[in-house]
């Protein structure tokens, strides 16, 4: 594991040779505050014995994306900890407090994201994500050469993960807020291309219960 502090930083593993190699950025940062005063978060509740950052994070490895970022910030050497000796990169948000824009620029400016021609936007608290997810995306954006959003769908409702192509970069670095890439997305003029990857698209983690629901489905 990398940090972008480290002068030794590169990027974790070499670019494939596709035409439109995709970053994905894990936003792990924000307090998890709906889980209630006092709880533990929720990305270090474990699934079968491995934390929820952990599991999104391997999951991320495991798919055909060039390079794996987190973007951690609230109890970010935790977070740290639970991702020890995983071939990504951690770029800590010390703003995480303004909202999902400012982990979003922290992601979308690591040296690993500036290598790719796109960047895959992974919430760390979706258990139902696969790795055979994320390549679908992956391979939807390749074959668009890079130039499409590519987002997550059920039912024909947008969901997340969302893939942003280079040429939407530098708007995403003058977000403020609490916001994420959605008007962009909305406003931008470049093609969107739906894939549907079915209920896990919208299933995150926010409340006790939804980590109760999230671990009886793990376990089915």
Same mark, same amino acid.
């Given at each position: 594991m990398q940090t972008e502090s480290d002068p030794r930083h590169r990027a974790a593993t070499e670019l494939p040779n596709t035409g439109a190699p995709v970053a994905i950025v894990i936003l792990a940062a924000g307090k998890a505050s709906r889980m209630g005063e006092g709880a533990r978060h929720k990305l270090l509740a474990e699934f079968g014995g491995v934390p929820l950052v952990r599991r999104s994070a391997l999951t991320a490895l495991g798919s055909d994306a060039a390079s794996v970022i987190v973007v951690t910030g609230h109890r970010r050497r935790e977070m740290e900890a639970a991702l020890g000796g995983l071939p990504l990169t951690v770029v800590d948000n010390p703003d995480y407090a303004d909202g999902m824009a400012s982990s979003l620029i922290a992601g979308f400016s690591s040296m690993?994201? $500036?290598?790719?021609? %796109?960047? @895959?936007?992974? @919430?760390?608290?979706?258990?139902?994500? /696969?790795? &055979?997810?994320?390549?679908? @995306?992956? !391979?939807?954006?390749?074959?668009? %050469?890079? +130039? $499409?959003?590519?987002? $997550?769908? !059920?039912?024909?409702?947008?969901?997340?993960?969302?893939?942003?192509?280079? !040429?939407?970069? +530098?708007?995403? @670095?003058?977000? +403020?807020?609490?916001?994420?890439?959605? /008007?962009?997305? &909305? /406003?931008a003029g470049v093609p969107v291309l739906d894939v549907d990857i079915g209920d896990a698209a919208h299933f995150d983690v926010d409340t006790p219960d939804d980590l109760m629901a999230a671990g009886r489905a793990v376990q089915s």
């Amino acid at each position: 594991m990398q940090t972008e502090s480290d002068p030794r930083h590169r990027a974790a593993t070499e670019l494939p040779n596709t035409g439109a190699p995709v970053a994905i950025v894990i936003l792990a940062a924000g307090k998890a505050s709906r889980m209630g005063e006092g709880a533990r978060h929720k990305l270090l509740a474990e699934f079968g014995g491995v934390p929820l950052v952990r599991r999104s994070a391997l999951t991320a490895l495991g798919s055909d994306a060039a390079s794996v970022i987190v973007v951690t910030g609230h109890r970010r050497r935790e977070m740290e900890a639970a991702l020890g000796g995983l071939p990504l990169t951690v770029v800590d948000n010390p703003d995480y407090a303004d909202g999902m824009a400012s982990s979003l620029i922290a992601g979308f400016s690591s040296m690993c994201a $500036a290598r790719a021609d %796109g960047i @895959l936007v992974m @919430l760390a608290d979706m258990p139902g994500i /696969t790795i &055979a997810h994320l390549n679908a @995306l992956i !391979s939807a954006f390749g074959r668009a %050469g890079g +130039e $499409a959003v590519v987002r $997550a769908v !059920s039912r024909g409702k947008p969901g997340n993960p969302v893939i942003l192509p280079r !040429s939407l970069h +530098e708007l995403v @670095l003058r977000l +403020e807020g609490d916001v994420g890439a959605r /008007t962009i997305i &909305a /406003t931008a003029g470049v093609p969107v291309l739906d894939v549907d990857i079915g209920d896990a698209a919208h299933f995150d983690v926010d409340t006790p219960d939804d980590l109760m629901a999230a671990g009886r489905a793990v376990q089915s």
